[in-house]
């Protein structure tokens, strides 16, 4: 039984400790790496807005010219996410 | 064995505390290693706590009675099904359940955000490992599960025959995973706002684990609603007890919050509140946890007074005080970007439901600790079912009546022209359902009843119109047929549809519970072989009294005593419900016949369930007479042992005396008090129910990458013409 | 009115609505409510024509069953102090000698006792953990 708990424990120790073993050689990151993210997310984000304003228009709930002024806005938004993107990626990925 | 689960369970607190301290020492300092030791510490409790349940699992299973859990909540002759769900059953295996789901659903939510919001996990990895840490140190230092008996008892005390029941054994594990998956936005909520990232990524992150737990949750509190109708001997399904409404408040809250999250993600917008509102939800969540245990509330449920409840006040309190200042805190970071455009939009609506949704949920938590906020001005007081009816019935309605406004409005702003195309035809719908009811007769003078009625109609006529609409814009851009177009429409837009079909859902379940409690004829009646009752236009005619001794490996596990009813409606027979009570032996060594009815006592409900309509049945019968027998043959076998006649003789004596007492009771035609009920459309809210779990189920489906990256790719096409004519 | 103004506005509006309806919600649940007592309080405060909530537990031997009506004496959680209530309604499963139940009660018109309203008796699921001898 003893024995069981000591394996146990080494086991949980070395699963634990393994990442500090590695040492803080992956510190060297992008710093900017959670800004891309938040992009990414709100690039996605408002991939979604567009197709539902688009769901909008077609089940009626929008008339044509609504649509197009809704859906020329939420473009130039993700264009501006595109291009914030660009500028942080420039050369990365 | 035992030992080792308990070093587990010791091993598993201390590394809960490592997890704290490099969890903070990681977001402090940003070292990536320690972030990932820290996650990789919520892994090894997973596995640690897996450890522990496995051990007293097959603890329970070979009916290990000197594990004191083990002897105080099973016995050899309990059904192997209900043995394994015992464990649960008592206090420490609740605990023990309570944090192998969290430290399951911590390592899922850490695994799947490992390579995202590296600022926000270290903290959130810290939260975590706070409530696995607390709730591992009660079970180290005050409810150890691994508690060994000096001397072990042969036969356990058995499970309480109340919880032997599916609904019964399912229903604690779906709660806790509710329960438990909530702390999980609660924690990267905690993280969001001590790193300042509360964004989009967030959103998205924390959005998938509250749909969950939102879900599990959901179905727990339906289970429940369930086992007290089938099971109990009173036919109702929601009595707003203490601890049904501590379930509750947390799904209120995670509703709103579902829905405010959406308005967050598309105008940035209630971001304060969003906050508020999941930290809200998860020390909510808690604050169940700790209720059903505490007995600080007069409530059906409680596992006694305990000591538990000290410590659990003490997390509370300290998770409030964390909430308040982070967000006062953060507050800056919390602008709104935009503001409502108009109150004729989707955005509106959704806030109008939040408002309904928290005020609902205030309503239920005022009423619930009325008896604590009362004491504490004097005397103590407490309201009864009948306030909180009088209260939520019309929030219910006014919330149903939301759930069919607000897909039939659009984001943003919406025209008149748009409301009146969009809703013509579900008001119409509607309105023509009331009319209907209205002339078939017999439903207009329960006015609150009707307007369910027609709000659900609204309902599901708004959602049949969307589908059909969106199916049809589907066909018009593809060629698909139409099964095909409905199915892709629901994959492309999963979110909208999914959440359309839990209105549908929730609309069934209110219809159910409407009709039910309004229009229910329900009558005790004391009755006996030969006589009749007439109850809601069913007419019950009992045909004879029933007595039979179930007995299992030759042991008796207990006597059922009940009635047989012939059920006649119209002039014809529906058929014949026995409804019994079951009784189970108590411990009697002086009055071993009569002992068999003087354990616990269970109702077997007996009904007809039906989409039209429930014809329920239990029984309480009156046991003068077989006392009377029971007693004459305990006084025999007295004797007998008296004048030493051999203990074989004295057990054949005992079974032939509880035989004859049994067979004579139904044969004397003896009076019994019978419960009968006729409800309307009970089944509609078990339907309701899983229509709901299969939409949130749908919405919780993650999105294949590849049709993902279809639907966007368009978009993506479309936008990067943009930036080139720019 | 500019923005601002009619956001302070709003959030007066918003402000006085909330506030009367949570003066409403004490009003109705104060006078909804019944007076949580004791048995022995129950035997000092009792007024006739009032309806109380009573908590304590069944004192054993007391149960009597007499037709569809249930004769019990409930007593003190931490006490001796009891009084004989005389219930008609559903009798939930659990109800038994020592359990701990809630229920409404009146006095009664005839006699010392009190009458227990219909289906208000609840009675706790016994805990296993706790006083297990």
New interface residues.
């Given amino acids: ?1 003893a024995v ?2 000591l394996v ?2 080494a086991a ?1 120790v070395w ?6 073993r ?6 060297a ?1 992008e710093t900017d ?2 800004e891309r ?2 992009l990414e ?2 690039k ?2 408002k ?1 979604r ?5 688009e ?2 228009f ?6 044509e010219a ?1 649509h197009r002024a ?1 859906d020329r806005q939420l ?2 938004e ?2 501006e996410i ?2 914030a993107l660009d500028r942080l990626g420039a050369g990365d990925r | 064995m035992a030992t080792l689960g308990r070093a587990c369970l010791i091993l598993a607190l201390a590394v809960a505390v490592y997890g704290i301290g490099a969890g903070l020492y990681a977001w402090r300092t940003g070292r990536r290693d320690v972030a990932t030791s820290a996650r990789r510490a919520i892994y090894a409790l997973a596995g640690l706590t897996t450890i522990a349940m496995v051990i007293l699992e097959v603890a329970f299973l070979r009916d290990d009675f000197s594990y004191a859990t083990v002897a105080s909540h099973s016995s050899t002759t309990t059904p192997l099904f209900y043995k394994a769900a015992a464990v649960w059953s008592s206090q420490e295996g609740s605990l023990l359940l309570w944090v192998w789901l969290l430290s399951l659903w911590s390592s899922a939510s850490l695994f799947f955000t490992r390579k995202r919001m590296r600022d926000v996990t270290p903290v959130a990895t810290a939260v975590l490992a706070l409530f696995a840490a607390f709730f591992t140190g009660l079970l180290v230092f005050t409810a150890s599960p691994f508690h060994i008996l000096g001397n072990a008892p042969v036969e356990g005390a058995g499970l309480n025959p109340l919880l032997r029941h599916p609904s019964m054994m399912i229903h604690p594990p779906m709660l806790y995973s509710g329960y438990t998956l909530f702390t999980v936005p609660f924690a990267f909520a905690v993280g969001a706002l001590a790193t300042g990232r509360v964004d989009a990524e967030w959103i998205t992150a924390t959005r998938r684990f509250a749909l969950a737990a939102w879900l599990f949750l959901g179905i727990g509190i339906v289970l429940g609603a369930r086992w007290s109708y089938a099971e109990l001997g009173w036919g109702g399904y929601w009595a707003w007890d203490p601890v049904e409404n501590a379930s509750l408040l947390p799904w209120l809250t995670g509703t709103a919050f579902i829905h405010s999250i959406m308005i967050q993600e598309k105008r940035g917008m209630l971001k304060i509140w969003n906050v508020s509102l999941v930290l809200t939800t998860g020390i909510l969540a808690i604050l169940g946890t700790f209720l059903v245990r505490s007995g600080i509330l007069d409530s059906i449920h409680a596992f006694g007074a305990s000591t538990l409840g000290v410590p659990f006040v003490a997390l509370i309190v300290f998770l409030i005080a964390l909430a308040i200042g982070l967000v006062t805190w953060r507050s800056s970071l919390l602008r709104t970007e935009h503001r409502i455009d108009s109150f004729l939009s989707r955005e509106a609506a959704f806030l109008f439901n939040n408002m309904l949704f928290v005020g609902l949920a205030f309503v239920v938590f005022f009423g619930t600790f009325f008896p604590l906020i009362t004491e504490a001005f004097g005397q103590r007081r407490n309201v009864g079912p009948p306030w909180f009816d009088r209260i939520t019935v019309p929030l219910a309605l006014a919330l149903v009546g939301l759930a069919g406004i607000a897909p039939l409005i659009s984001w943003r702003r919406a025209t008149v022209a748009n409301l009146r195309r969009n809703f013509l035809g579900p008001v119409a719908f509607g309105a023509a359902v009331t009319v209907a009811l209205i002339a078939a007769g017999g439903v207009a003078h329960k006015p609150l009843a009707l307007a369910m009625f027609g709000l659900a109609g609204f309902v599901i006529a708004g959602v049949a119109q969307e589908f059909w609409r969106g199916t049809r814009a589907r066909r018009a851009m593809s060629t698909d047929a139409w099964p095909v177009a409905v199915v892709s429409l629901v994959r492309r837009n999963r979110r909208r549809y999914a959440g359309y079909l839990v209105h549908v859902g929730m609309a069934t379940l209110f219809v159910g519970v409407a009709a039910s409690s309004a229009f229910q004829h329900a009558n005790d009646v004391r009755i006996r072989p030969g006589q009749s009752a007439t109850v809601g236009g069913y007419t019950f005619r009992d045909i004879g009294a029933v007595g039979r001794i179930d007995r299992r490996d030759g042991r008796i596990q207990r006597i059922e005593l009940g009635s047989r009813l012939q059920v006649f409606h119209g002039g014809k027979s529906l058929g014949i419900l026995e409804p019994t009570r079951g009784y189970y032996p108590s411990d009697a060594p002086f009055a071993p016949v009569s002992g068999m009815f003087d354990g616990e006592s269970t109702s077997e409900v007996r009904m007809f369930a039906g989409l039209r309509r429930d014809v329920w049945s239990a029984v309480q019968p009156e046991l003068g007479g077989i006392r009377h027998d029971t007693r004459i043959f305990d006084a025999a076998i007295r004797q007998m042992a008296k004048q030493g006649v051999p203990a074989g003789k004295q057990a054949l004596a005992f079974q032939v005396g509880l035989e004859k007492a049994v067979v004579d009771y139904a044969r004397s035609r003896p009076f019994a008090t019978f419960r009968l009920i006729v409800s309307p459309l009970v089944s509609w809210i078990w339907i309701g129910g899983i229509i709901v779990f299969c939409g949130g189920l749908t919405a919780l489906w993650p999105a294949p990458d590849a049709a993902r990256r279809r639907a966007t790719a368009g978009y993506a096409a479309r936008v990067a013409q943009e930036l080139g004519r720019a | 009115m500019d923005p601002s103004r009619k956001r302070r506005v709003r959030l007066v509006v918003a402000l006085t609505t909330a506030l009367l309806l949570a003066g409403a919600l004490v009003y109705t649940s104060v006078s909804a409510s019944t007076e949580a007592l004791k048995p022995s309080q129950l035997l000092a405060q009792a007024r006739p024509g009032q309806s109380y909530q009573v908590t304590g537990k069944v004192v054993a031997g007391s149960i009597r069953h007499r037709g569809a009506t249930v004769l019990f004496r409930v007593r003190d959680r931490n006490g001796t102090m009891s009084v004989p209530v005389a219930y008609t309604g559903t009798v939930p499963d659990p109800f038994a000698d020592n359990r701990e139940v809630i229920l409404q009660v009146h006095k009664s018109a005839t006699g010392d006792g009190f009458v227990g309203e219909r289906d208000t008796l609840v009675t706790k699921c016994p805990s296993k953990f706790s006083a297990k001898s």
Wanted: charged share 30%.
């Fill in positions: 039984m069981l708990v146990i424990l949980v699963v634990v400790g393994a990442p500090l590695r040492g803080a050689a992956v510190e990151e790496s959670a993210e938040q997310a709100a996605e984000a991939y807005e567009i197709r539902d304003a769901l909008d077609r089940t009626g709930k929008l008339d609504d809704i473009r130039a993700a264009v595109l291009r």
